[in-house]
């Protein structure tokens, strides 16, 4: 079965400041990674996902990822962050080959402080 | 365009009263989910739809809870003796196709509080 873990429930940064959250998964199988934010009382809008080719994933917002197979991570940057970033965000996995069925980590709340 | 669509958007029901949540999908959407998340967790997966036919409910927690698609478009949960552990956000998302890699578009939540 997959699992995915978030390493890390929070984290602080002051604005303008580099941020990276980290994303481990496990499989037996190849999967799809994607990362969601969410919003306050906002549904879940995807970042970026990771289906095959280049390894560095780039999406909305000034965000990137990284897929590193051998250490089975996924982990998410931006070199400088905003106010606005301020949100939840999720790291999920599905089959590849499979249909669309996420498995979502924890979460980790990025909190931007001026 | 329209995104996809949740109602109501906040429930209060009592222990044990039944409660039935929409879900309106992007339109020609073939895909629909419904995901359960529980307070400071990440949404877990309940239930699946490609067009009307259900192809996965083994994520439904009980057979209190009942999911259906009859036409293929909008779909709604039931929870039938609703209990306090079902508080939490329910939320629906739609893909267009059906294959794994497809991006999902979510649906704000239903949130549904049991006292």
């Known amino acids: ?114 | 365009g329209a995104g996809v669509s949740q109602s109501p958007r906040y429930k209060v029901a009592k222990r044990g009263q039944d409660v039935a949540l929409r879900c309106d999908p992007i339109s020609g959407h073939v895909s629909l989910f419904w995901y359960q998340q529980a307070l400071g967790q990440g949404p877990e997966f309940l239930t699946y739809f490609q067009n009307e036919a259900q192809l996965d409910k083994s994520g439904l927690p009980s057979d209190r809870f009942f999911a259906e698609r009859p036409e293929g478009s909008v779909s709604t949960l039931k929870i039938q003796r609703t209990q306090q552990e079902d508080s939490a956000v329910y939320l629906c998302a739609s893909s267009l196709g059906s294959s794994g890699g497809e991006t999902q578009y979510f649906g704000p939540g239903t949130r549904l509080l049991v006292l």
């Open chain 1, 1 to 114: 079965a997959q699992s995915v873990t978030q390493l890390d429930s929070q984290v602080p940064v002051f604005e303008e400041a580099p941020v990276e959250l980290r994303c481990n998964y496990s499989s037996s199988v190849s999967v799809y990674l994607f990362w969601y934010v969410q919003y306050p009382n906002q549904g879940l809008q995807l970042l970026l996902k990771y289906l095959s080719g280049s390894t560095l994933v780039k999406g909305i917002n000034g965000f990137e990822a990284e897929f590193n197979k051998s250490q089975t991570s996924f982990h998410l940057r931006k070199p400088s962050v905003h106010i606005s970033d301020t949100a939840e965000y999720f790291c999920a996995v599905n089959l590849s080959g499979g249909y669309n069925k996420l498995i979502f980590g924890a979460g980790t709340r990025l909190a931007v402080h001026p």
